[in-house]
């Protein structure tokens, strides 16, 4: 048995990738006989409100099945600003690192090994603090690479603001005993910026096949956008496209999007402008979007036109496939258009608005692309069960925490 500390911002009912993503590994390691506890906030995402039935205290301790789970105090900002982002990862990180110096009791110790979850650095450090602090290895996570990200959507190399991230990220890793990120692409880049390529695994996103009673029409393209709208997903780019996709099929689209983030704005202006086949709603639990999944032919993944989202594979492509719904991939021409392409499975857009058009003129213009869809679907269920389940990935990430643990406890 192995006694793991996890750190992660996120966990539900909040509905993220790195929430599901703690949720799921840590449920999977208690099943397998460890002794897992997670450090958390209180739920806020994205809002900025605390949800219901929740009454926020400095640390409070509870029960997710097997999973101990510590909820540390943090200040609520909604994620549609950059200073909210801020303030509410830094308040994170305040009580975090005070819970750890002044409420050690609690927290508890013992552990073999710290997992600490990056996005956001602020998890991160917390994680860094108390494996400094009580002598425990520390395997640090990296959901991604975020000094990148803030240059691809318009940040200088020189600002401050990317600076200061850089030397956060870098000193993170380079702390670390090991090092997990979610694609090769990541791994590459860090060890380009000084990481030790030999100490950085890969364990990228996943997600659990699920059942799901497609309910689409043959009147119509139901096109669905689930997730964050953010400045790196270029969501006014889908709207074009969709509008393209209701030209060349000459079928009606429905498109539906939901989520929140920092463009939401942005999207809410587009469509007031026009596109009148398109929806804006807000995020919802789970649970509810299944629905929407269902009504769904195509989901939209999206990302800004910049090589430095070459290596990004947006987890919403595991969460489309999952369901067996294709995805159209709209960004660089990277690690996401290379695993939709290689298994047939959806879309890919990176190119020109000239070749994207032919792109979907040729898929569409073909009376039969309904079976297509259909038979994409299934190759995407096929590739999650086979590669990219929960379980499969949980093991793999165990192995590393086993390793890594303290008294070197290799095949826990």
């Not at 979610?182 to 990228?204: H, M, N, W």
């Not at 709603?281 to 979007?289: R, S, T």
């Not at 389940?389 to 925490?401: G, H, P």
Request: aromatic share 10%; net charge positive.
């Amino acid at each position: 048995m192995t006694k793991i500390l996890y750190v992660s911002q996120f966990y539900p009912p909040e509905n993220i990738a790195s929430a599901f993503r703690a949720h799921e590994h840590a449920q999977k390691w208690s099943r397998d006989g460890h002794d897992v506890t997670v450090m958390t906030g209180w739920p806020n995402y994205p809002l900025g409100r605390i949800f219901d039935g929740f009454k926020p205290c400095l640390l409070e301790e509870s029960r997710d099945d097997k999973v101990r789970l510590l909820r540390s105090k943090l200040i609520a900002r909604p994620n549609t600003n950059l200073f909210g982002r801020i303030a509410n990862g830094c308040s994170f990180l305040f009580f975090g690192v005070a819970n750890v110096l002044f409420n050690e009791r609690k927290v508890g110790g013992g552990y073999d090994v710290v997992l600490a979850s990056s996005g956001t650095i602020f998890a991160g450090y917390i994680g860094l603090l108390y494996a400094k602090t009580h002598r425990v290895p520390l395997v640090a996570e990296f959901r991604d690479i975020t000094f990148e990200q803030m240059m691809a959507t318009g940040l200088s190399s020189s600002s401050w603001k990317v600076r200061i991230m850089r030397a956060l990220e870098l000193h993170f890793a380079r702390s670390a005993d090991r090092v997990v990120v979610l694609t090769e692409g990541f791994r590459k880049s860090l060890a380009g910026y000084g990481v030790d390529a030999s100490k950085i695994d890969v364990v990228p996103n996943g997600a659990d096949v699920q059942s799901t009673a497609k309910v689409v029409s043959d009147r119509e393209v139901s096109l669905g956008y689930f997730g964050t709208l953010g400045l790196s997903q270029n969501i006014p780019k889908t709207l074009e496209l969709a509008a393209l996709i209701e030209r060349v099929s000459a079928v009606p689209v429905r498109y539906t999007l939901i989520g929140e983030g920092a463009a939401r704005r942005e999207v809410e202006q587009v469509l007031d402008s026009g596109y009148p086949f398109a929806k804006l709603l807000h995020g919802m639990p789970p649970e509810q979007l299944e629905q929407y999944y269902r009504e769904c032919d195509l989901t939209f993944v999206s990302l800004q036109q910049s090589d430095s989202f070459r290596a990004t594979i947006p987890s919403k492509i595991f969460q489309s496939f999952a369901r067996g719904v294709p995805v159209l991939f709209v960004g660089p021409d990277g690690e996401a258009a290379e695993i939709i392409r290689d298994v047939g499975a959806g879309l890919v857009l990176c190119g020109s608005d000239e070749d994207n058009e032919k792109v979907l003129r040729a898929f569409f213009g073909n009376p039969d692309w309904r079976r297509r869809l259909a038979a994409m679907g299934e190759r995407a269920q096929k590739l999650m069960q086979e590669s990219y389940s929960r379980e499969v990935l949980a093991e793999r990430m165990l192995k590393v925490l086993c390793g890594t643990a303290k008294n070197g406890k290799v095949g826990c």
